[in-house]
């Protein structure tokens, strides 16, 4: 089984970038398809971006398209997140997931995920 780390959090001004990284050790990286979900504070965790084992299916929250980008690197057991136009409702912890799959489209739904990050703060100050 994976285990994940995130980085990358912290305190950022509104229209600022941050980029989160994950990073996956214990398991076999290219066979996870991996997501990055978020809790804001007094809410419950929500889907935020997913990408396919291959990288070449991302999808999106429609509150982060066009702003948000997830991608990865296999040979580095790397996912990341970057995040641009930041705004203070995308403030939250962030957590890195991920499940094993055959399938060449991710899921965006939390309960496929079977491996979570202990998550990293973001905060978007306005």
């Known amino acids: 089984q994976v285990q994940l780390v995130e980085s990358g959090g912290g305190l950022v001004q509104a229209g600022g970038s941050l980029r989160l990284s994950c990073v996956g050790s214990?398991?076999?990286?290219?066979?996870?398809?991996m997501g990055w979900f978020r809790q804001p504070p007094g809410k419950e965790r929500e889907f935020v971006a997913t990408?396919?084992?291959?990288?070449?299916?991302?999808y999106y929250a429609g509150s982060v398209k066009g702003r948000f980008t997830i991608s990865r690197d296999n040979a580095q057991n790397m996912v990341y997140l970057q995040m641009s136009s930041l705004k203070p409702e995308d403030t939250a912890v962030y957590y890195c997931?991920?499940?094993?799959?055959?399938?060449?489209?991710?899921?965006?739904?939390?309960?496929?995920?079977?491996?979570w990050g202990q998550g990293t703060q973001v905060t978007v100050s306005s």
């Open positions: 997931a991920a499940y094993v799959t055959i399938a060449t489209t991710p899921s965006p739904q939390s309960y496929e995920y079977d491996y």
């Open positions: 214990g398991g076999t990286f290219h066979e996870y398809a």
């Open positions: 990408i396919s084992r291959a990288g070449t299916v991302q």
